[in-house]
């Protein structure tokens, strides 16, 4: 594999503080040194090894064109601040209504300015669902990011908006996003995930989310890079006591997907929602791995994750709750949910328990089925075709999803892309 | 101009239900559609919409003159034909408001745009008719609904599609009396010259209310016996054995 072509085309040096810089060397040392992954790898069981080949990857050139990226960077009408990425580059940012001492800015920014935050959540937390090759090389080529704190007790009102933008045959990008929320604040952030031309590319991305005390974040990641793309989302939620995280993963795109989550609810009565809403069509693959990780007592965690599965497409799900000695009286649950459009379609769900403490309530499952044919006669019975019938059962399915969404707002704006994407209204 | 039936054969899997039936309902008519369980009325109903689990293996069904049989459930539906379920199926995460805007959407010509405050308006008048909340519009179509909320949406949606023959399967089973009246004073609110109706029921009561102009008996499959609406008061008085006994001596 040739690393190092993907070096990246912006002066690093002239950014980052030497000290990262020397993190990642060592970071590229790390990478080239630990092994690729094999399927007798236990977070490798039935993965497709084939698909997780860097050889074709290069650098990313510049955009050819920041304005065109920057006015199709559109998403909610009404955001406090957002950010524009684009080849590894930050292109746009702009604040309208973040209030006093939140903390927004790009990663290299913050390494700079915010030193000591910077050190203490960047990337520490363990990479302990498989991808540790990959996290490593992420660092190793990180050039920028988005960087958010929202300091104690404040809270955000409107949401924050990242935009992540490829371009170009084989290029590769390296997203990131760390988010820290302090004590009883309060955030909402949507990260986009995008193609500028719909060609193959690389992306290696990194989100980390980390809530302290009382604080409640809903973070959205909406993945739609190109179909024949190969992209890591490799993600860990730290959530602390009484703190709320609500995490969801939309993947409209991608040929090869894999996206693991973690979340560790470190403090007593955390709770950590996890979903992920997946429409899958041709040969596209996605192959999600999760770690529900009770570490304090009375703590919650929930995740869905819905799958429609067309074409010749694959999923792979495979999901852990782990349930530490002192995490008494978890409520921890997990389900996937794989609707079958197609005889060639493959959905493989491995879902999984580990509790080693007393009295904790635990549930998880896995469901396949078609689409039911009586609610399909229900409703060409009222005229519609059954083609249209059969998008508007599977949106209804997406959507009982985003219902579990509080903001009325981000419900109705996620349910119209999700809508748009299957060719509902 | 009616909807008709002629000596219809039916079967699901391996046993057939009807048996050469036959019936016509002129527009403007209200016909009702009387029989025991199992008698085979809930397999007409289907039949007529196309329920792809039944097979027809004899006779015809035509909607002002044009054959149905060949016809796919959803183009028979934009042609005006109505079937309100016996059991209304829940459709989780579509919301009725964008169910039946769907439905209303496919009746359009081509290029057709629909319009959007035109419709909620129209949609909150019927509903608020048919006593329907109208918070109900942003619901899952059915999904948590009580039996007489299912049967009121059903009569909305006719309401809305305003067909030209409209099917009632059982819309009265399972509702007290409020219910009943309501839905009832939906289908009343319906008839006319440019509508015909057939009712199913298994009771009488639904009839007090929505009065029909003919009264069917089906017997296995078929239809044995025709009348006005004396024939339901006498069925629901002594019941259909005379009915089967007739029917035999007949034969």
Same mark, same amino acid.
């Given at each position: ?425 | ?34 029989? *025991? +369980?199992?008698?085979? @009325?809930?397999?007409?109903? $289907? ?5 792809? /689990?039944?097979? #027809?293996?004899? %006779? ?60 909620? *308006? +129209?949609?909150?008048? @019927?509903?608020?008719?048919? $006593? ?5 519009? /942003?619901?899952? #179509?059915?999904? %948590? ?107």
């Amino acid at each position: 594999m040739s690393v190092t072509v993907m070096e990246p085309h912006t002066d690093v040096k002239a950014v980052w503080p030497d000290w990262f810089r020397e993190q990642q060397t060592a970071a590229m040392a790390d990478h080239e040194a630990t092994p690729r992954p094999t399927r007798k790898d236990e977070p490798w069981r039935f993965a497709n090894l084939a698909a997780v080949d860097l050889t074709d990857f290069r650098a990313a050139a510049p955009v050819a064109s920041e304005g065109r990226l920057i006015n199709a960077s559109k998403g909610l009408d009404e955001v406090a601040a957002r950010v524009i990425f684009g080849n590894n580059v930050l292109l746009h940012q702009e604040s309208k209504a973040l209030p006093e001492g939140v903390i927004f800015k790009p990663m290299e920014v913050a390494a700079r300015e915010n030193e000591e935050l910077f050190r203490k959540f960047f990337m520490v937390q363990p990479v302990e669902l498989g991808s540790h090759r990959f996290a490593a090389l992420h660092k190793a080529r990180l050039t920028t990011g988005a960087f958010l704190y929202v300091p104690k007790n404040t809270e955000v009102v409107l949401p924050i908006e990242i935009f992540h933008w490829v371009e170009g045959e084989n290029a590769s990008v390296f997203p990131h996003t760390l988010i820290v929320c302090g004590e009883n604040s309060r955030v909402t952030v949507i990260d986009n995930f995008k193609s500028s031309d719909g060609k193959r590319a690389f992306s290696c991305g990194v989100n980390d989310l980390h809530l302290e005390r009382g604080a409640e974040l809903t973070y959205v990641a909406v993945q739609d890079w190109a179909p024949e793309s190969l992209a890591f989302h490799i993600n860990s939620t730290i959530v602390e006591r009484d703190a709320t995280s609500t995490a969801l993963n939309i993947n409209f795109g991608g040929g090869f997907v894999r996206g693991e989550s973690l979340s560790r609810l470190v403090g007593e009565g955390a709770r950590s929602e996890m979903f992920s809403l997946n429409p899958m069509d041709g040969k596209r693959q996605i192959d999600q791995r999760t770690l529900q990780d009770h570490v304090a007592p009375h703590a919650f965690s929930d995740l869905l994750y819905l799958n429609a599965l067309d074409g010749k497409s694959r999923t792979i799900f495979a999901g852990l709750i782990k349930v530490g000695k002192k995490a008494h009286q978890t409520d921890a649950y997990q389900k996937v949910r794989n609707i079958m459009l197609s005889d060639e379609a493959e959905a493989n769900s491995m879902p999984g328990l580990e509790i080693l403490a007393d009295d904790v309530r635990c549930t998880h499952g896995a469901t396949a089925g078609e689409i039911n044919e009586e609610e399909l006669f229900y409703m060409e019975a009222r005229g519609i075709p059954e083609s249209v019938g059969r998008r508007l059962i599977l949106n209804g399915f997406f959507q009982s999803l985003l219902e579990r969404l509080k903001s009325p707002s981000l419900r109705a704006y996620l349910s119209q892309l999700v809508g748009k994407r299957l060719g509902v209204k | 101009m009616s909807l008709t039936i002629q000596n219809l054969s039916a079967t699901i899997g391996e046993t057939e239900i009807l048996k050469g039936l036959s019936l016509e309902i002129p527009k403007g008519e209200v016909h009702a559609l009387m029989g *025991k +369980n199992g008698s085979g @009325k809930s397999t007409l109903a $289907k039949v007529m919409a196309g329920h792809p /689990a039944y097979t #027809v293996t004899g %006779g015809d069904i035509q909607l002002d003159g044009e054959s149905l049989l060949e016809i796919e459930p959803d183009m028979r539906s934009r042609m005006g034909l109505f079937l309100a379920f016996q059991y209304p199926m829940e459709i989780p995460g579509v919301t009725i408001a964008n169910f039946l805007r769907a439905a209303v959407q496919v009746r359009l010509a081509e290029g057709e745009e629909l319009e959007a405050v035109a419709y909620y *308006k +129209n949609l909150y008048s @019927k509903m608020d008719a048919l $006593k329907i909340d109208r918070a109900f519009t /942003a619901r899952s #179509v059915n999904e %948590g609904f009580s039996g007489g909320e299912k049967k009121r949406c059903e009569i909305l949606q006719m309401a809305m599609l305003e067909p030209s023959y409209a099917v009632l399967d059982e819309t009265d089973s399972g509702l007290d009396i409020d219910a009943l009246k309501i839905v009832s004073d939906g289908v009343n609110a319906l008839r006319g010259p440019e509508r015909g109706f057939l009712v199913i029921t298994h009771y009488q009561r639904l009839l007090d209310y929505i009065v029909p102009d003919v009264v069917h008996v089906m017997v296995d499959g078929r239809i044995v016996m025709s009348g006005d609406k004396d024939l339901a008061l006498k069925l629901e008085a002594e019941g259909y054995d005379w009915v089967e006994k007739e029917t035999a001596a007949a034969a």
